[in-house]
């Protein structure tokens, strides 16, 4: 059985769950159950990364323990998933002892293997970031994301031959045209590494919320050899006597991390002795009516906020549809309301709305049988057999919004059948025979659209098949069920309360 394995990155627990964190998720999320329907075994991995100065500071001023602060925090990020419909199978904090455990074999592996030595890491560091700024990326002498001042600092650290690996990383971009999506992500990368790499720094003994070096317990593992990872310990690879899911099939990270996922993390591993993961995209930003999102400004859409506009599926198909994966999108209300109001309602639902009055006018509520297909009909068969195929070739390159713009056409093309063969007309002139053939074309071309939407949307998908009397998790092996004609003549349909209600007094009624 192919299998599936997917993660995000691991977010802060200080954070508040918001646009950036949700946008990641759920699109791990759509690819997990995008995969499933494939038949496919699947594992989507997130988490949260609990070490570090800035979560020991925080817990100090919250007279708590770290441990204790960052149990505290968790719960918000899982609720945050559940109220955007997400399943996920493992959430991994690195706080568990597994993932201590991986962390430290990393450690060991590549000391063993003298990629890591010791020196002084100097420099103007800033809290907020746990990072070394260079005089030249300050604004006026401050963070230039906190705006708060910078302290020198200079201390011990283990560093990592990180230089010793750009021929090896060369060598693998060479190999593997897609290892890094989208392609221009990828063409940035392969120039950066060829400029040349810089050993980075591994550990950090001026504070002590993190993992002990299992060399040096003055010391303790530094943000990215703890936060990267994560993606071993969250499928067991220590324990697991046979990897059933590593190496990873995507990494999704947000832009502002692709650097550390696709050269510190392959360094690491062929380091370790550890096969590569085979794909890392990396998204792009929300800007929110056209202005960066800052959490300084006040501009954070968190994810109640998010969901409150017009409702979780459309907030998960407003986010994929607006723009393309990988590209920097802008989020309005009134941009996702539009969408809301145009897609959703009127193409979509209205497509519903219709074919289920029609079929409990003319059809006494049962889906016809078809006794004999016109040429319009097969047109509308053979259109939902090539949406199918372009929307499966769209998930395979990570293409979400044209998935979606596939499956839409598809919608249109129903409506517009609904049109030009007026079954109101066919049922007024009484020709039965083409009027039961129009009506199983538009609602079998349903069912293949909710299917299909499904891992976007999935409680409107499954309200569409309830409707149509079909299982949604039946459609669970969707290669058997991907084909025209499944829709059994004689199911009941049962109308039920309209999709995308435009007045959200209306959905509460
Ligand atoms: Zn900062």
Redesign the pocket.
């Known amino acids: 059985m192919k299998k599936f394995y997917v993660t995000t990155p691991i977010y802060y627990p200080n954070d508040i769950p918001h646009i950036g964190h949700a946008y990641t998720t759920i699109a791990a999320d759509i690819l997990t159950r995008w995969h499933r329907l494939m038949g496919e075994e699947v594992f989507f991995l997130t988490g949260t990364d609990e070490h570090g100065k800035k979560i020991e500071t925080a817990a100090v001023q919250n007279n708590k323990e770290p441990k204790e602060f960052v149990d505290s925090l968790i719960p918000k990020f899982k609720e945050a998933w559940e109220k955007l419909n997400i399943k996920y199978d493992r959430f991994i904090r690195t706080t568990e002892d597994a993932h201590k455990e991986m962390v430290r074999y990393m450690y060991e592996q590549s000391w063993e293997k003298g990629d890591i030595y010791k020196g002084f890491y100097e420099g103007l560091y ?4 746990e ?1 070394y ?1 260079q005089e030249k990326e300050l604004s006026e002498g401050c ?4 705006k ?1 001042k ?1 302290e020198h600092l200079k201390e011990e650290s283990y560093f990592f031959k990180l230089s010793a690996y750009r021929d090896r990383l060369l060598e693998h971009f060479e190999k593997k045209k897609d290892f890094v999506r989208p392609e221009s992500r990828y063409n940035e990368i392969l120039y950066r590494i060829k400029e040349g790499l810089n050993d980075f720094s591994i550990s950090r003994n001026s504070f002590k919320w993190g993992i002990e070096l299992p060399f040096d317990k003055e010391h303790i593992a530094y943000v990215w050899f703890d936060a990267l990872t994560n993606y071993l310990s969250g499928v067991d690879y220590l324990a697991a006597k046979e990897q059933k899911y590593w190496p990873a099939d995507l990494h999704l990270v947000g832009k502002d991390i692709i650097w550390f996922h696709s050269v510190i993390w392959p360094a690491m591993l062929m380091s370790a002795g550890i096969p590569l993961p085979k794909k890392i995209f990396a998204h792009g930003w929300w800007t929110f009516n056209k202005e960066k999102i800052s959490k300084s400004r006040g501009k954070v859409i968190n994810v109640d906020e998010l969901i409150s506009i017009a409702g979780v599926d459309a907030a998960r198909y407003f986010l994929f549809a607006e723009t393309t994966f990988g590209q920097d999108g802008d989020f309005s209300t009134e941009a996702l309301l539009r969408r809301r109001d145009s897609d959703l309602a009127n193409e979509l639902g209205n497509l519903v709305s219709r074919a289920l009055t029609m079929c409990e006018k003319y059809c006494a509520g049962k889906t016809p049988l078809v006794s004999n297909v016109d040429t319009e009909a097969l047109v509308i068969k053979q259109a939902a057999l090539n949406t199918v195929k372009k929307t499966g070739k769209c998930m395979e390159e990570i293409d979400f919004s044209g998935a979606l713009n596939t499956v839409w056409l598809f919608i249109k093309l129903l409506n517009q059948y609904i049109e030009k063969t007026a079954p109101w007309t066919l049922a007024k002139n009484n020709e039965k025979e083409k009027l039961e053939a129009v009506i199983y074309t538009v609602l079998e071309g349903i069912r293949l659209v909710a299917v299909l939407l499904s891992p976007f949307i999935p409680e409107t998908a499954e309200k569409i098949m309830n409707q149509l009397g079909q299982d949604l998790k039946a459609a669970h092996l969707f290669i058997e069920t991907a084909k025209w004609g499944c829709l059994q003549p004689g199911t009941f349909v049962k109308k039920g309360a309209i999709l995308f209600p435009k007045d959200p007094k209306i959905k509460d009624g």
Do not use: D, E, L, S
């Open positions: 800033c809290t907020g970031c990072a700024y963070c230039p994301i906190h708060t910078v």
